[in-house]
C-alpha cells in the first residue's frame, strides 16, 4: 500500500519509525511543519518526525501552508496514494488533499471519539480523572475530528500516569492499530461506525496560563489530576509572594490527620505537605520559583524559611 505520512511530533515520529517496519507499507513521503528555531542561537533543528524520515531515506516535504498550494497538491496526485496518514500533524488538512488518495485519509486520535475532539484528548482524561481512555482511528473529513470511526484500542490510565506516560502506552497499541486498519479497510473487512454528534465534547490547545491552579478552590485529587495531565508540559503552578512557584513534584495520599487548609507544612524526616478542602493531602517534593532553577523540596525550604507556613490560595 502506498501512503504518505502527516506528522510533527515525537508522538507521530514513534508511530512513523513502527509502522515502516510493516513490509506491506509503502510510504512515498513524509509531510512535517517547517523547522523550527530552538535556544539562543535560534538554530534550525529538524522535527521528530524529519528525522526518521531522513534516516529512512525517505522523501520529506515542509511546507509553510498545505491550503491552495497547487505545486504540493499536484506532487501529492502524482504518488498514486492509497492513504494518507496523519498522526499530531498540526495543521488542518483542506478537502482537495483529503480527496487525492484512493482509499481516504486516516487519522489516529487519542480519545473514544466523540469524546474528547479537537487538540488535547490525553491530557483532558488525566485531568478529568479517568481510569481508561482510548486511540482511535477514524475517516478524516473537512470537520475536525467528526468523520466515521474505524477501530479503536484500550489502554488503563494508572493513578501516577502522566501525559507522557499515556503518550508511551498509545506507541505500543498505536501502530498495529493503525495497520491493521489499513489492512482491512483494503480487504473491505471493515465496518466503519458513524459518530453521535450529540455526544460530542471538545478540548482546546493547551496554555501555559492553563497550569495555574487553586488551593482554595481545588480539591487535591483535582490539583493532583491536572498535574498529571499537565506532566511534562507546561506544568502546574500557584502563586507565592507574587511570583509563580511551579509545582515540579508532588503525590496524593489521604490524610491522617486535619491541618489547618492550604498551608506548607512540614510533617516528618523533611516530608512537606499541604491539606486541601477534600481533607486530601498533597506532598510536595520539588518546587521552581521564578526566575529559579527547580530544587527538592529540602533545598527549596533551606533557601525560603519563610514558605513553612506560608497559606496559598
Known sequence: ????????????????????????????????????????????????????????????????????????????????????????????????????????????????????????????????????TWLTTMYMS???????????????????????????????????????TLREILSWDLVWVPQDHNEATHCAKISREDGEVSFTKQSASEIYNTYRAYTPWPGIYTWYEEKRLVLDGISLHESIMWETPWELVKLWKNTYWIVCKDKKILEITKLKLEGKRSMDIVSFVNGNKEVVWYTFQ
Open 142 to 180: 473537512a470537520g475536525m475530528d467528526e468523520w466515521d470511526i474505524l477501530k479503536i484500542g484500550k489502554v488503563n490510565i494508572d493513578t501516577v500516569d502522566t501525559s507522557e506516560d499515556i503518550f508511551k502506552k498509545f506507541i505500543q497499541i498505536g501502530p498495529q492499530l493503525l495497520v491493521d
Open 1 to 132: 500500500m502506498n501512503i504518505a505520512f502527516f506528522g510533527t511530533p515525537d508522538f507521530a515520529w514513534e508511530i512513523l519509525s513502527w509502522i515502516l517496519e510493516y513490509p506491506e507499507v509503502n510510504c512515498r513521503l513524509v509531510v512535517s511543519q517547517p523547522d523550527k528555531p530552538v535556544w539562543r542561537k535560534r538554530l534550525l533543528q529538524a522535527t521528530p518526525v524529519r528525522q526518521v524520515a531522513l534516516n529512512a531515506s525517505i522523501e520529506v516535504r515542509q511546507p509553510e501552508k498545505i491550503k491552495k498550494n497547487t505545486d504540493f497538491h499536484e506532487y501529492l496526485t502524482s504518488l498514486d496514494l492509497d492513504f494518507i496518514v496523519v498522526v499530531a500533524y498540526g495543521k488542518i488538512i483542506p478537502k482537495a488533499i483529503l480527496d487525492i488518495p484512493k482509499y481516504g485519509c486516516i487519522n489516529i486520535h487519542g480519545s473514544i471519539l466523540p469524546k474528547y475532539r479537537w487538540a488535547s484528548p490525553v491530557q483532558a482524561a488525566v485531568k478529568d480523572g479517568l481510569t481508561e
